[in-house]
């Protein structure tokens, strides 16, 4: 399978991530799993996390602040400060521990100090939220705890992100075709785009096309996309993909690609 690619502008018309190892966990981050601040140079914050215990015995939890790097590759956590757009440096948790009581909720207030030279874009870090106990055995044998990583990302106007496509491939599985794009930001925003592919013959009518689930793009950062195409015979196609986060200008690529045998 060959590539040959073209690049194009156009117009607009217009966590939490959370590493389970276990869900016997009684005690879980509230509301929104991302939290996104609208801000400015200069301004304080508090953002309340409310954290919520289902279980019948009190539960301590350790709560800290960690930088985070989302890659097409997969998600890296780093010491407060060594991402450069993390915001975990300007931030102060009120305790390192919380005991939240059975069958109840308790509030974290993170105090954010935005710097008066803070330059415009989008700055993150993650609110990490985990058991203080060791790991206990569940069934098998087996080592299991929790942990929770509240996004929160702080958003100063006049940034923009700055899209791109890279490192098209095409699998098959029997008969099904995927093209599988690795998407970078190298501009200053995060961006949050639907993506679709098309497919056209030589003729230019459109043979197939899909979509793929919604992504955050974080400026240095990027994300890994597939699109299930089904079945195509073996020819030579246009293949035409779209990123469009309904404000900013819809970012595609189109793409010459030969499917053989």
Do not use: C
């Not at 200069?42 to 015995?57: A, D, E, R, V």
């Not at 491939?169 to 949050?192: F, H, K, W």
């Amino acid at each position: 399978m060959q590539f040959s690619r073209r690049s194009f502008a156009i117009k607009a018309v217009a966590s939490m991530v959370a590493i389970s190892l276990s869900a016997q966990a009684v005690t879980g981050v509230e509301g929104s799993l991302t939290r996104v601040i609208e801000t400015k140079a200069g301004q304080t914050l508090q953002i309340p996390i409310s954290l919520s215990n289902n279980g019948t015995q009190a539960e301590t939890v350790r709560v800290r602040l960690q930088d985070m790097q989302v890659l097409p590759t997969g998600t890296t956590y780093l010491e407060p400060g060594q991402s450069e757009r993390s915001n975990a440096l300007w931030a102060k948790l009120p305790f390192s521990t919380v005991t939240v009581p059975a069958h109840a909720s308790t509030t974290i207030n993170v105090a954010m100090a935005i710097p008066q030279n803070a330059t415009p874009g989008a700055y993150w870090s993650a609110l990490i939220v985990e058991p203080d106990r060791l790991p206990t055995a569940g069934k098998g044998g087996v080592v299991i705890n929790t942990r929770y990583a509240v996004n929160i990302i702080t958003t100063l106007p006049g940034g923009s992100p700055k899209i791109s496509f890279t490192k098209p491939q095409l699998t098959r599985n029997g008969a099904e075709v995927n093209l599988g794009i690795d998407l970078l930001n190298d501009g200053t925003a995060s961006s949050v785009p639907e993506f679709r592919a098309e497919v056209y013959d030589a003729q230019g009518k459109l043979v197939a096309h899909a979509e793929a689930s919604k992504k955050r793009l974080y400026p240095g950062g990027g994300a890994h996309v597939d699109f299930k195409l089904g079945a195509l015979p073996a020819a030579k196609y246009t293949f035409l993909v779209l990123a469009n986060d309904g404000v900013n200008p819809v970012i595609g690529a189109r793409y010459t690609v030969t499917v053989e045998h």
